[in-house]
């Protein structure tokens, strides 16, 4: 039964297909792993087998424009710290935009993220930034396919009305 689910997965294109995938891969390592420590190369297989920063759990924090309230910040790390999750921030600028634009909001949205990477490394919790140019649906469903292991997402009023029913993950606004 396990076996036809998977198979009929791998021929649609769902969110199990990506997991399936995932499990595959996983596998393919375990047994490269076993194989490699069978042969006295214990330290290889460890690191093989190791986490990875894809696979910690992370809460998806959307940022009005390149900046991001002090109340949505106090928020999020307070719930990260409390989760044991890292912190995703997504900045969102215009699609349209010279290149100056682009640079001078990216410059601005890291300055915003900096005040959480020093607020987070005092509490011991990671943060990765990402600035995203487009619409804000297509940024938020184009980061939670690529980043793996999002369990939900924060953001302003203004940013949830957008992203509503745009991925499968809860999300929570902080008003």
């Known amino acids: 039964m396990p076996r036809n689910w998977l198979r009929n997965s791998m021929h649609t294109p769902t969110p199990s297909l990506r997991r399936a995938k995932s499990v595959q891969d996983r596998l393919a390592d375990y047994s490269e792993a076993v194989a490699l420590a069978e042969a006295g190369e214990q330290m290889l297989a460890a690191d093989l087998v190791a986490p990875t920063s894809t696979g910690r759990r992370r809460i998806l924090v959307i940022g009005h424009g390149c900046s991001f309230s002090p109340r949505l910040r106090e928020y999020a790390l307070s719930v990260a710290e409390r989760m044991g999750s890292d912190l995703l921030l997504l900045s969102i600028g215009m699609k349209a935009g010279d ?3 682009r640079e001078s909001f990216t410059q601005l949205s890291a300055q915003a993220a900096s005040s959480w990477h020093e607020n987070a490394a005092r509490m011991g919790l990671h943060i990765a930034h990402e600035v995203r140019f487009g619409g804000i ?6 980061l939670v ?4 292991r ?3 997402i924060l953001s302003e009023p203004e940013e949830g009305e957008q992203v509503v029913g745009q991925t499968g993950l809860a999300l929570f ?3």
């Open 99 to 101: 290149a100056t634009w």
């Open 150 to 152: 999002i369990e939900f």
């Open 173 to 175: 606004t902080v008003k």
């Open 145 to 148: 396919r690529s980043c793996g």
């Open 137 to 142: 649906e297509e940024a938020v469903s184009e």
